[in-house]
């Protein structure tokens, strides 16, 4: 998969954005201030940046100035507490690729990463554009679903549920782990939001899509 350096000084954002990362397949790298993250983007060791404006050092416009300025193509994600409107418009005339304000969903995130990763193409989806097993598909370009012949309409939390599944056939995953990846480190541990959306799933998908393995967590079992 790709290699993705993330440039972000609050340690528990840059672990939860690494792992979330790593269990989607990608190697990540860390670095905490600006001047060894555009040190580290400007070696040519890394497919994707996921850089924070508010950095020591070297704020994350300069770094993006800086690695513009000297050549580097590389796709740049901005990920950062500045939501303003004129902040939005400096990091993506400033170069960046994509823009995301904090709070923010790490599905999202993993979504809008995989376009950046993508080569510019058109026509159908590619085979890694495409999951399917037992009959349900999920096109991944198009966010569409469909079980069988049928199309079935997904939410966007319902489609990052079941994406997260489908990425792990018959593997056992925790409500932690979907918790994490599908909702994010904001939200409370303790809801049972998780089960609620597996529940529209299995309508969705089938009673016998979503398997619950009792005290460890759900697997896709189709």
Known sequence: MARILIVEDEERIASFVAKGLRADGHTTAVAADGHVGLDRALSGDFDLVVLDIGLP?????????QLRAQGSRVPVIVLTARDSVGDTVSALEGGADDYMPKPFRFAELL?????????AAGGAASRDDVLEHGGVRLDLRTRRAAVGDREVELSAREFALAEMFMTNPGQVLSREQLLDHVWGLDFDPGSNVVDVYVGYLRKKLGADSIATVRGMGYRFAR
């Open 57 to 65: 050092g070297l704020d994350g416009f300069s770094v993006l100035e």
């Open 111 to 119: 979504a809008r990463i995989r376009l950046r990763l993508r080569p």
